[in-house]
Structures are given as structure tokens and as C-alpha cells.
């Protein structure tokens, strides 16, 4: 390995900002920097800006007549909208929200929040061993008081993909239930059709865009309850000054990835065969946590030692890997995912290895040898 040479294998947590994003924002805040609120030519200017910037995140999905965007500062205030936002808004049609017991914490201490401050009802869908949810369990789960089913299309530790094209035909069926998803970890990675879900969010920052930076996209009929109420920017759904800027590098870099899924896929495919090899060449030292289906995430179980370590060991050789999500790393010492799909004291010893199509194979080929020297020799 180069001296001192950056080997980054942690891009479910955040990636490098697309030059072609970089400079599309800082050219707006040079020439465009006038309020989109404003009545005046600069102020009309920038919100013209941001109307096209609507339009082409739109078109990138296919949804330029059905859904409507509403720009938000990450997925995360995406998903406080979107859930609380429509079950607020809607409390007289009933009590009940669905999620999946492996959601994202930006979900999770929502409708925690939900229960323990609104007298929600929440019912949290079981996992297999391999991260899947069963549609079937979905089923049962509805009540005449669901209004509300959140589930992700990929999940951030594991990066199993769920059955969400399915889930929403199926929940077509049943008119009160608003579907939401959180696309984070989908967006640029795999081909899925939004037609049919009712809202989405999604982060700038995972797709080569800016920390800061984000939306909810959601059929134009559906109605929220405001979470910050002001001046009515976003058709009154997200009050507070435009981040013009902050739109159209979003649109830059949506537009950007979804126009790569099928090229950067099999480049990522290539560099997750090393990792899923050696794995599966040790079975003493790993338990495997994730799958082929999605080669972006490689999730892994340390047998005999401790994930912290591990982790902690390859930073000092300059190599980027996470033990559980970054969301929840400072504050937890276990990932609730790989718990959930039932293997106990394995979850306190995660390694996610998340792949981009700036990675290399010969950064995997490093990072694998770098990795089996510190597990061999740490001593217990």
C-alpha cells in the first residue's frame, strides 16, 4: 500500500462530493444567491432554478406527472415529514403504523416518539436470518387503524432489498394506508419503480452530493402536516429560506447516478467477489451477514474478535471501514439489524464494508490482507 494512500471503504456512511456536484453548487451560490422568495428579477431567477431542479430529480424517476419534491436538509428530515407529517395530519383515520424492526434510526425514533408522545400504535415486522421481511407478515399486521407502512428499499448495515414494488401494489388494496420509503441506499444502486409509492426520501450526501442536501418525493394529492411552519416555502410543507444551491447540486447528482446503475454495478459485483471470497474461504474467523444481491454492502460477523479493534486497526493503516451504522456508532455498541435476523452476541461484532464505484480492486485486495493479518494476530 502507498504510504499515507486513503483506501475508503465506507460509503453507506457518506461519499466523495462529484466534482461535476461541486461545481454546479458553488456556481449557483456565485451568480445565483438572490432569495427564491424574493419578487424581484434575482430572487424570480433563483426559484426558476429550483423549479428546474424539481423537474429533472422528477424525470430521473419517471415521475414528472404523479409526485412532487420536496427539498429537505437529508433523509432524515425526509422521513420525520413524511411519517409524522401524514399521521399527524390524519390522526382521525387511525392509530397504526407498520415498520420493519431493521429501519433506519431516522424512522425507528420516529415512530418511537409517535407511540410514547401521540399514542400511536406501532407494529414493528420481524426478519429472517438472512434480513428479509415476510409480505405475509405484512398482511396480517394490517388493522382497520394502519394508516401508515414504512418500509426501507435497502438497508443501510445489511444491504438486503426489500420487496418494495410488490408491497406497494399490494397496499393498493387498501386506500386509507399511505406508503412510504426510505431510498437512501437505493438511489443510483438498484432499478426500482416509484410509481406506486406514496412518498420517498433520500440524502445527497450518499449519492456524491452534498452533506446538507436532500429530499422527499411524494404523489402530488398527499397532504402533511408541516413540520416547520413559517413563511410557506415548499408549497408550505418545509418553511425556511431556499437552499438553491443546495437543489440544484441535488438534482446534479440524482440525475448523475441514476444515469450509472447498470455501469458502476457490475463494477461494484467485481470488487465484492474478493471480499465475499475470502469470507467464505473463512468460516472460523467470519459469519457472513449480508448477500450477493446487493454487492454495494458486505456485512460480516467477527467470530473470535472484537469489531472495535478490528476497525480501529485498519484506520491506522488508512483503510475505512465501519463496525454498525454511523448513525448509531457513538452511541451503541451493537447493530440492532444483524440482532434482529437472530444471531445474538454476533451483533455486537460488525464490520460493514460499503462499496462505491470509486473503489478499486486493488483497494479490496489491500484492505483483505491488511484485515486477515489484524484478526490472526490480535491477541484475546
Known sequence: MAENKLIYFDNA?????????????????ETT????SSVHFEGQKANRLLD?????????????????VIFTSGATEANNLAIKGYVLKYKNRGNHIIVSAIEHASVLEVVKQLHDEFGFEVTYLPVDEHGNIDVADLVNAIKDQTILVSIMAVNNEIGIINQIEEIA??????PKIVFHVDATQAIGKINLNYSNVDMFSYSGHKIHGLKGTGALIKTKKLELLPINSGGGQEDNFRSGT????????????????????????AKITAISYFFYEYLEENPDLYEINSTKDNPYIVNFSLKTKKASVVVEGLSNKNIMVSSISACHSRREAYSHVVEAMGKGELSHNTIRISIDSNNTIEEAKTLIKELDILVRGIKQ
Open 242 to 265: 431556499n437552499d438553491v444551491a443546495g437543489a440544484v447540486s441535488l438534482a446534479k447528482a440524482t440525475s448523475l447516478v441514476m444515469g450509472e446503475i447498470e455501469k458502476n454495478k
Open 33 to 36: 444567491f438572490a432569495n427564491a
Open 13 to 29: 456512511a457518506t461519499t466523495k462530493v462529484n466534482p461535476e456536484v461541486l461545481l454546479a453548487y458553488t456556481k449557483v451560490c
Open 52 to 68: 428546474k431542479s424539481r423537474e429533472l430529480i422528477l424525470s430521473s424517476f419517471g415521475l414528472q406527472n404523479s409526485h412532487q
Open 169 to 174: 401494489l399490494l397496499l393498493k388494496s387498501y
